[in-house]
């Protein structure tokens, strides 16, 4: 049997049902529990997908999971790794209406031939997959209805360490998918990695003799932290998991404190998006109107990963949830990236955060230099089980504490590469240091080590980061590009506004021979509608003459020079959506 | 429910999740391109107008609806569709 397989089904046999995961929903404003299975049950139902699993497809093939939130997709990819198949879980259309053209673009990439869903999702899947359109050929099976073997049948597969585990799609643009490939020696050192940083000792003792200590949380499991946070990390720490599915989060977000305090839950997990989403929502909301028994101190540990960190929200949450027992000792910042399995740093239970002041033109010349009046920035803890480095990104020459450059990463959670993209995977799984060490991960995301904790100054090039999404500049640009005869070349990016608070502009060059009489600013509010319509995105576009988007030499625009020169007003729109500061 | 009715309601909907001045709204103002309203605002505005007008809007509708008066159309058209259908 695998590791992994062992590890996890430890779990089942020394806990049986007495620790559990449930899903529940918000009805008519309330708290239902809707679903809820207990280890065993779970395991149970896992070795029966397996065993069905063994039976129709060859070791070691790929299958695409594309299911709603709930225990059917947990019982399903635990079917997987305990069947030596590869999973590869993908979002249901019904999340994302470019989901279907990324799930072809992953059917293609991952040859896969079989997708499996459940009974209320597959007709649909199904008719796409047979249809004239853009899909491959792959056959839509659901699980809760397939008719599974006995669970006895099941007969573990020996796997290396080695072996593929499944695969997480992540960054690349719409048109190019990208999946990480997880083995199962990833998964298990990074489940492992976090449970040992992250719980102390006497911590993870509560959680093994106490069986109602619990999470709760409401991320995709299609997402590296939905998939290993919250589903996989509740197994590995003997935790029970109480969660809703996104969309009822972002609905109904007071859900996300009902079950906190209703399930006592000992931790938490979100992106800075999401604890922002909260603090929005609860604006014109008294607490004690949403529940007047509302009552958080049970809450030890709220991690805050995958996203910039914002200290002021932070802050602002602390305070706008004090009333109610949140104590802002909780918090606890991470760091990490699907290239890595999940988490490359993060804070220990019980420490709280790390807010540190640093003084801003020093920081852009690459120094952190403490100073009160300076940026705030939110310290993302220490390495979980890996080799962080700061590494200057031009020379490879390491660099020392305080130093900002780009963040490596080596250790055993580092993913194996690409799938089917060796090129790829060269580029940034296989860097050197100019002294000689290696292979590292090139994060991409800038940042400094302060007494070893690790601070991100910055992200991924160019990645735009907004409420949850990650939004290539390419895709922005390329729908902008095909709106009008009018619209030339343009580039996309963010800029933050006097309050910090981020907005996605676009600058667009004119042909003007295409204008046709028409003024700049009603071909800014054509491309405006269209990226609202395609994209789902409120985009402040400035309009500025032909040849005015700084480009290379070989004609490729730059988009952070694009974005200083706007900002130092050295661009001269021809239409502006938003107001400058110079 | 009236047109003017389901109007009133949505605007009040748009100064509860998306804090928009009611007196700034009218049918042709659009969602995202007029008054920049963000996804998670959008989704929101989606699921709670399910719950109030009592009809199903799947996502692949949502996406089309991008004006004030698209949604009031398609609300209307799905009430008295259930009604012609002997629903209520």
């Known amino acids: 049997m695998s590791e992994l397989v062992r590890f996890l089904r430890e779990k089942v046999w020394l806990l049986g049902d007495t620790r559990w995961y449930a899903r529940v929903d918000s009805v008519g404003g309330e708290l239902v529990e809707v679903e809820r299975l207990g280890y065993a049950q779970l395991d149970a139902r896992a070795r029966a997908v397996g065993a069905w699993l063994a039976g129709r497809t060859p070791p070691g093939a790929r299958v695409l999971l594309m299911y709603p939130a ?47 869903s459940d009974a209320a999702h597959r007709p649909a899947l199904a008719a796409w997959l047979t249809g004239p359109d853009p899909a491959p050929p792959a056959e839509c099976v659901a699980t809760d209805s397939a008719g599974l073997p006995d669970p006895g049948t099941w007969s573990p597969a020996a796997l290396e360490p080695s072996a593929t585990a499944y695969v997480q799609y992540t960054s690349g643009s719409t048109s190019e998918p990208r999946g990480v490939v997880i083995t199962h020696r990833n998964l ?6 976090i449970r040992q940083t992250l719980l102390p000792e006497e911590v993870l003792d509560e959680f093994r003799h106490d069986p109602s200590q619990c999470g709760a949380g409401w991320l995709p499991h299609h997402h590296d932290m939905g998939l290993v946070g919250m589903l996989l990390g509740p197994l590995a720490s003997y935790g029970n998991l109480v969660f809703c599915s996104p969309v009822t989060f972002v609905a109904h ?6 079950m906190i305090s209703r399930y006592r839950a000992f931790y938490t997990f979100a992106p800075n998006f999401g604890y922002d989403w909260l603090l929005r929502s609860l604006r014109n909301t008294r607490l004690t109107d949403l529940d007047p028994d509302l009552d958080l101190a049970c809450l ?30 909780v918090w606890a910042p991470s760091y990490g990236l699907a290239e890595a399995t999940l988490m490359v740093t993060g804070t220990t239970c019980g420490k709280g955060p790390t807010l540190g002041r640093f003084d801003r033109d020093a920081l852009e010349a690459g120094r952190a230099v403490p100073a009160p009046d300076g940026v705030d920035l939110v310290g993302c803890g220490r390495p979980v089980g890996a080799d962080v480095r700061i590494v200057d990104p031009d020379t490879a020459q390491p660099l020392k504490e305080g130093h900002v450059g780009e963040i490596w990463v080596s250790g055993d959670s580092v993913a194996d590469g690409y799938l089917g993209d060796p090129r790829t995977t060269a580029e940034h799984f296989a860097a050197t240091t100019a002294d000689g060490e290696g292979p590292f991960l090139r994060t991409g995301d800038l940042g400094f080590l302060q007494e070893g904790e690790l601070f991100v100054t910055g992200r991924a090039k160019d990645l735009i980061i907004a409420n949850g ?51 700049p600013a009603s071909l800014a509010d054509l491309v405006r509608r269209r990226l609202a319509h395609e994209l789902r995105l409120a985009v402040q576009v400035v309009v500025v003459g032909p040849m005015s988007v700084p480009r290379t030499t070989s004609g490729k625009i730059q988009r952070s020079r694009t974005r200083d020169a706007l900002r130092a007003g050295r661009l001269s729109p021809l239409h502006c959506d938003l107001a400058l500061r110079h | 429910m009236s047109r ?27 969602f995202i391109a007029d008054l920049g309203l963000d996804s998670l605002v959008l989704v929101r505005m989606t699921v709670v107008a399910e719950e109030r007008f009592g009809v199903r809007i799947p996502d692949e509708v949502a996406w089309e609806l991008d004006t004030v008066g698209s949604v009031v159309s398609y609300v209307e058209e799905s009430l008295s569709r259930r009604i012609g259908a002997g629903g209520e």
Not at chain 1, 107 to 115: P, T
Not at chain 1, 188 to 193: A, E, M, Q, R, V
Not at chain 1, 253 to 258: D, H, M, N, T, Y
Not at chain 2, 4 to 30: C, N
């Open chain 1, 188 to 193: 298990l050192h990074n489940l492992l990695s």
């Open chain 1, 469 to 519: 999404r990650n939004i290539h500049p390419q895709d922005i640009e390329r729908v902008s590009e095909s709106t009008d005869p009018a619209t030339g070349l343009c580039a996309a990016f963010t800029l933050s506004d006097a309050s910090g608070r981020e907005h996605i502009v676009l600058v667009q060059e004119v042909r003007p021979l295409h204008l046709d009489g028409r003024t």
């Open chain 1, 253 to 258: 977000p007071q859900l996300w404190l009902q």
């Open chain 1, 70 to 116: 709930g225990l059917e997709f947990l019982t399903v990819f635990l079917g997987c790794l305990y069947a030596g198949r590869v999973a590869v879980p993908a979002p249901l259309p019904d999340t994302d209406r470019r989901a279907l053209e990324r799930a072809a673009g992953i059917i293609r990439d991952a040859e896969v031939d079989l997708v499996l």
């Open chain 1, 300 to 329: 030890r540990f709220a991690l805050n990963g995958a996203e910039p960190i914002r200290a002021d929200v932070l802050n602002a949450v602390a305070r706008r949830l004090a009333p109610v027992g949140f104590n802002a000792d």
């Open chain 2, 4 to 30: 003017s009715e389901i109007l009133a309601e949505l605007k009040a909907m748009l100064a509860e999740f998306g804090d928009v001045d009611p007196q700034l709204v009218d049918e042709q103002t659009a």
